[in-house]
């Protein structure tokens, strides 16, 4: 997988899309940032006390988020 990116097919997503990270997460914003500006219906969410587990560190915000980005897919 060394060189293997899927970058330049970001484009083809046509589905809405929830990008979520944790500040303290190994998939920071430089990692996010191209699913963000490449999926044409994208939305990111960095969750500030989290690391790679926002669902577990910060329950509560996470299904607020979740649930509020269905709702409005829905």
């Known amino acids: 997988m060394v060189g293997w990116s899927i970058i330049d097919r970001l484009h083809l997503v046509r589905v809405p899309t929830l990008v979520l990270n944790g500040r303290k997460d190994i998939s920071q914003d430089f990692v996010v940032a191209p699913f963000f500006e490449r ?18 560190e910060e329950r509560e915000r996470y299904m607020q988020v979740v649930a509020g980005f269905l709702k409005l897919e829905a």
């Open 39 to 56: 999926i044409p219906k994208v939305k990111w969410v960095t969750f500030e006390n989290s690391s790679h587990t926002p669902f577990f």
